[in-house]
């Protein structure tokens, strides 16, 4: 993370590029709180946001990104390389997180009805709301660069994963009870892109205190 620094002291550009990803992860909290609100509050399938448009977006910024960050790293040599692939990873966690918010508006579609957890129910809003939590901790450490932060999103992270992995294996066993069949399958695919979008979420965060070859993993 110090090369990291380093590059966003010294080139504007990349400087640029930071603060747009900063941006871009503010605005898929939002996301997120939208697409969980339509599967799991309205019997609806349409959300607030356009969800498809906004992930175009992201995809194109992307790619813009990586354009800038290949040229600048073309220009400035070994010494930055570094920091760039640091970014470059980032920037992937980012945008893999929006083609989860298109699952879950894809489930929607498919479910349009209020998805209720059952029995398990509790649980999947305990997750929801660390969910939000992650998000939030991710989005201030990567402004910051606050290691506490970071910290408290991986460890937060362990905890999401862990309940979803009971709920998962829960529902293998047909073990959640006050679900039909459809209500199962929909909640479980609900549960795995909830918890890719908190692994990419903790990749970024990780980078804010591991080096390029440990982010995605503990210090």
Do not use: W
């Not at 570094?82 to 929607?108: H, M, P, Q, S, W």
């Not at 992650?134 to 290691?147: G, Q, V, Y």
Request: one cysteine or more; hydrophobic letters at 35%; aromatic letters at 6%.
């Amino acid at each position: 993370m110090k090369e990291l620094l380093y590059m966003f002291r010294k080139k504007s550009e990349i400087d640029m590029i930071f603060e747009q990803t900063h941006e871009i992860l503010s605005k898929e909290l939002v996301m997120f709180q939208n697409v969980r609100k339509t599967l799991r509050e309205t019997n609806k399938s349409e959300t607030d946001i356009d969800i498809n448009k906004e992930d175009k977006k992201i995809n194109k910024f992307q790619m813009e990104s990586r354009r800038k960050i290949f040229t600048d790293l073309a220009i400035s040599g070994a010494q930055d390389l570094n920091a760039g692939l640091v970014l470059i990873c980032i920037i992937t966690d980012v945008e893999r997180i929006g083609d989860y918010f298109k699952n879950i508006v894809e489930l929607a579609k498919n479910h349009p009805k209020k998805l209720k957890g059952g029995d398990v129910e509790e649980i999947v809003q305990r997750i929801e709301k660390r969910m939000i939590e992650i998000f939030k901790l991710t989005i201030e450490s990567f402004k910051n660069r606050d290691e506490d932060k970071a910290r408290e999103a991986m460890r937060l992270h362990s905890k999401v994963s862990k309940d979803i992995d009971d709920l998962l294996h829960k529902s293998l066993k047909n073990k959640i009870g006050g679900l039909n069949s459809g209500e199962a399958i929909a909640l479980t695919l609900y549960l795995r892109f909830l918890k890719r979008i908190t692994s990419h979420l903790t990749n970024i965060a990780s980078s804010v205190v591991n080096p390029l070859e440990r982010i995605g993993y503990s210090e």
